[in-house]
């Protein structure tokens, strides 16, 4: 009897407490993913109706024209986005956007008439020049973050966008990393890819980790630098290093194509580190724009804001650009970017009446009926540009420009960006043409003497380019004509200018008219 | 015999009733809420770090073996009733052997209280004659009081008594050859089969000491635990938390063991015995070693430990009342705390060797997964109370939270089966208390493990 009821007393000790684990398991497997994964949905489509809602209210505002479709785009900008956030202690960090943002930004693209293109096209367009609608753009997201998707899913369905997932997927995909409560899992992505919202492409397996680079302990990116191999007590040597980072940008390939039936070739840079940096290894970014080619034939690269954003055709480009977008950018702001990095045609005029497309790399810029440009140091200068010019070819350039202090002004063509482009200087002492490649700068050709650039006057300055060959003119005169560089074919307008006198300087251009030759 | 087998049937089955069965599912659902929300909290932790499979492994198997002891401690009065005392083959011959049948043909051995002290010149007097007044025939009881080398008048005390009590040994020995020695005469020199182990300043309530010697009729029964509450509780907060982890310690702690009539410490302040199985452990148990040294604290550890590996159950009965005195300030409870804890240490390396042999259920069920927690313990406490706080800067609210929430779940059993204990509230800070500091003495008591001092007391 006494041994009985002992053996009775396990039977059920041991039952409850395997209801016990069940119970916890379980609960963690729901709290961690897919079983909830229902309720999340509801969720969504809850979500969906509100911003849906949200935007139908917004209709009685001014709505842009629907746009032209005979009108095809001239360059194609493309948005990155991180994380989008709800929690209501969230801090602005540069990185991720608020889910308020984030509505507000796709309810202002979609209300001025933008659309996303798919991944595919953005290819055909950049490879093979396929025609695309003006007022096309791409969006992005990186690092595969539930929240980009749980959030930014219904808004996008609102607006009837789509966008490509860059996936970490060392931290998604994988026997030992199914994604978590962070990270998307397979059957999210599997979801999303059904959607046809969503295209999932590659963010690197491992190498969006930071890795120890010496034997103290300094960590580095894992794509640009020899790790520290502890197990050995030694560095990692640049073949195996070369190994190694070939080895993690297939197996994110393949992971991507295996569990998820997607077709992968483009590849987003984790931290935006094309190599550049490498605390130990900069042979690596060589090594990497050598390679990824055969592996990823599109690869995408960050530029601030204020740079050329706008993507063209161009079958080598080895990089497309992408804007990051924070809740840093407003709306408003977001749309100006996008206006000013839209392509421009020939003939332009400008009479500096709004800013069409000016930033100042450095030095300052003012549009006020006038473009007025400063050095903001003693020993110091300009160099102010248009965005979305990029294309221009063949044309020349006119401006009024009225000097005060300072001893030159140069008009910039053929500008790609600070470290691609050529000039026209036009100074007391002289004239000379200099181009600026990959950041080397050389004079062309020089013409000395004294010329008629007096302060506080009106003079006309324009420059011609055709081909490679640049004309430089004064008041009507051509003065000055050389070749430059056969890299440097085709760029946008802007000016420059240098002075190291403590005095002030300040130029005003009235009026620049821009046509193709 | 036949009237005996019928009521214990009885009992049996009145533990098996329904209503008693949805009480404890009752009480098994409001754990599994709770542990819902202990989840809950622990994905929100894990939110900021992304999924680590040890911390999850670790999590669950430390929650489900807390909670395993409840669940234990549930079947505690079943296992009582329906393991120990129905037992069919009875290890007396009720009514033919007068010395151990009582008037009405219950159990009745001879039974010796073993007393040793030292320097207790106000408590013995009262020690002894308490004994005496148990609700038990006279004639049947023995008291042997060791004067283990006193320097003030405790011999003096003990032999005046020696008129008024004719069952009452002295032993008086000039030199203190500490608690062991007079446990180990003790039992050489007790008449009674049953030996009653008490501690110079714990009582048995007289009224309830028949029910330490109840269990002893079932033959596999080796030794009985009392419960054991501390006298001087209402003294200071230090006291009052410790009535409440005394509390827990014996009524849910020691109740889980019980259930599988394997207690792995008989408490020492108030503990019986069956001598004839003592007797042949007594040298092993005398020149106890570890790492080639004697161990001079938790006699009552090694002794309960020996009795399992010689086969025997042993169990606790939360119906025989015994009071000690508590440590009254820090210093005492930590010197204290670490003896417990390297007797534990030491112990646990003896059970290690046989208990998977004797007790496999118990051995995997509860033994070795104790054995884990306790070293994992410490470690987990540490990487949420300093290395996560210091180095990521993540203040451990949910693990102090999940802490909490564990006691409240232990705090409802314990006011379910004592809602006149007024201690209970005191187990929260106890709880504290231990987690940020008493769990890491395991590592000092690890570490210091062949200092074999006593410390202050």
């Given amino acids: 009897m006494a041994e009985f009821n002992l053996k009775m007393i396990k039977i059920f000790f041991v039952l409850v407490i395997a209801m016990f684990i069940l119970a916890m398991v379980s609960g963690m497997d729901i709290l961690r993913r897919e079983k909830i994964k229902g309720w999340k949905k509801i969720g969504m489509e809850v979500d969906f109706f509100r911003h849906k809602q949200a935007l139908a209210a917004r209709k009685s505002e001014n709505l842009a024209p629907p746009p032209n479709d005979s009108n095809t785009a001239g360059s194609i900008p ?69 929240d980009s998707y749980y959030e930014g899913d219904p808004v996008l369905k609102s607006v009837g966008y789509s966008a490509v997932m860059f996936l970490i997927t060392g931290r998604s995909l994988g026997d030992q990393h199914r994604g978590d409560n962070f990270y998307l899992g397979k059957s999210e992505l599997q979801d999303m890819i059904k959607s046809k919202r969503w295209e999932i492409q590659s963010h690197g397996d491992f190498d969006h980790n930071w890795e120890q680079v010496d034997s103290s302990g300094s960590k580095g990116h894992f794509m640009s630098n020899l790790l520290w191999l502890a ?161 221009w070819k063949n044309y020349s350039v006119t401006s009024l420009a009225e000097i005060s202090g300072g001893n030159s002004i140069s008009q910039i063509v053929r500008y790609k960006n600070d470290e691609n482009y050529a000039r026209c200087n036009f100074g007391k ?34 420059t011609g380019i055709i081909g490679d060959r640049i004309m430089c003119y004064l008041n009507g005169n051509l003065l000055l004509e050389t070749q430059i560089s056969q890299a440097l074919s085709s760029g946008g307008i802007g000016f420059y200018f240098w002075d190291e006198s403590p005095e002030k300087v300040m130029i005003r251009v009235k009026k620049v008219n821009v046509s193709a030759l | ?84 005392l129905a037992t069919s083959a009875n290890g007396w011959d009720a009514g033919k052997n007068p010395a151990t049948s009582g008037k009405n043909g219950e159990f009745e051995p001879n039974v010796t209280f073993v007393i040793p002290c030292k320097n207790e010149e106000k408590e ?63 039992f050489r020199l007790a008449k009674g089969e049953i030996v009653v182990q008490l501690d110079s300043d714990s009582f048995i309530d007289p009224a309830t000491f028949k029910k330490i010697i109840e269990p002893f009729r079932n033959p596999v029964i080796g030794a009985v635990s009392a419960h054991t509450d501390p006298r001087n509780a209402d003294r200071n907060f230090l006291t009052k938390m410790q009535a409440a982890y005394y509390f827990m310690s014996f009524r849910v702690l020691k109740a889980a063991e019980s259930s599988f009539l394997t207690v792995f410490c008989c408490s020492g302040c108030a503990s019986a015995y069956r001598k004839s199985l003592v007797l042949p452990l ?63 240490l030491v112990n646990a390396f003896y059970n290690a060797r046989f208990i998977w042999k004797t007790q496999p259920f118990v051995a995997f069920t509860y033994f070795f997964p104790l054995v884990g927690v306790t070293y994992l313990s410490p470690i987990m406490a540490g990487r949420a109370l300093f290395y996560l706080p210091i180095l990521k800067g993540i203040f451990p609210y949910f693990h102090v939270a999940g802490v909490l929430l564990l006691a409240a779940i232990f705090l409802a059993y314990y006011r379910s089966v004592a809602p006149e204990n007024k201690y209970w509230i005191y187990y929260f800070p106890w709880a504290l208390f231990n987690l940020f500091f008493l769990s890491f003495l395991t590592i000092y008591a690890l570490l210091r493990i062949n200092d074999r001092g006593w410390g202050t007391r």
């Fill in chain 1, 78 to 146: 493309v948005l990155l986005y991180h994380g989008i956030l709800t929690g209501k202690n969230w801090e602005e960090d540069g990185t991720n956007i608020s889910l308020e943002e984030f509505r507000e930004q796709m309810f202002a693209l979609k209300e001025a008439g933008y659309q996303t293109v798919t991944l595919a096209e953005f290819f055909e367009y950049m490879k093979k020049g396929k025609a695309l609608p003006e007022k096309s753009f791409m969006l992005t997201f990186d690092d595969g973050r539930k």
């Fill in chain 1, 231 to 391: 197990s050995e007590n030694r560095m990692e040597t640049p073949g195996e290093a070369k190994n190694r980072i070939l080895k993690d940008l297939a197996s994110s390939k393949i992971k991507i194509e295996k569990e998820l039936g997607q077709k992968t070739f483009a590849y987003a840079y984790p931290f935006n580190d094309l190599g550049q940096e490498s605390v130990n290894f900069p042979e690596s970014q060589q090594f990497i724009r050598d390679n990824i080619g055969s592996i990823y034939p599109l690869t995408f690269m960050q530029v601030d804001p204020g740079e050329p954003a706008g993507n063209q055709p161009d079958a080598n480009a080895l990089h497309a650009k992408r804007i990051d977008v924070s809740s840093e950018i407003s709306p408003a702001d977001l749309l100006k970017i996008l206006e000013r990095n839209e392509e421009k045609k020939l003939p332009y005029e400008d009479f500096f009446w709004d800013n069409r497309g000016w930033k100042a790399s450095w030095g300052e810029m003012k549009i006020w009926g006038d473009l007025t440009l400063y050095k903001t140091e003693e020993k110091g200068g300009n160099l102010s540009t248009l965005l979305g010019a990029s294309s």
């Fill in chain 1, 429 to 462: 002492n002289g004239i000379y043409v200099f181009q600026r490649v990959g950041g080397n700068e050389t004079l062309l050709a020089e013409k000395a003497g004294g010329f008629s650039i007096l302060d506080g006057l009106e003079n006309r300055l324009s």
């Fill in chain 2, 1 to 84: 015999m036949n009237g005996i087998q019928t009521k214990t049937s009885e009992n049996i089955f009145s533990q098996f009733s329904f209503r008693g069965a949805l009480f404890q599912l009752l009480l098994i659902f409001l754990g599994i809420a709770f542990l819902f929300f202990i989840t809950l909290m622990k994905a929100e932790v894990a939110e900021s770090f992304g999924f680590e499979p040890l911390l999850y492994v670790y999590t669950i198997f430390v929650t489900t073996f807390q909670l395993s002891r409840l669940i234990a401690a549930m079947f505690y009065e079943n296992s009582y009733r329906g393991s120990v």
């Fill in chain 2, 124 to 186: 013995i007097a009262e020690a002894i004659t308490n004994c005496f007044r148990a609700d038990y025939p006279k004639e049947k009881i023995e008291v042997i009081a060791v004067n283990d080398g006193s320097t003030d008048g405790t011999g003096e005390i003990m032999k005046g008594m020696l008129k008024k009590h004719e069952n009452l040994l002295v032993i008086d020995w000039s030199e203190n050859k500490g608690k062991k020695h007079a446990m180990n005469e003790g």
């Fill in chain 2, 282 to 344: 007594l040298d092993e148990w005398m020149e106890e070693t570890f790492l080639g040294n004697p161990v001079p604290w938790g006699d009552d550890r090694a002794l309960t430990s020996r009795v399992l590996k010689a086969g025997y159950r042993t169990i606790y009965s939360n119906k025989v009342k015994a009071e000690t005195i508590v440590p009254e300030n820090l210093r005492q409870l930590i010197n204290q705390q670490i003896r417990w804890k390297k007797s534990w």
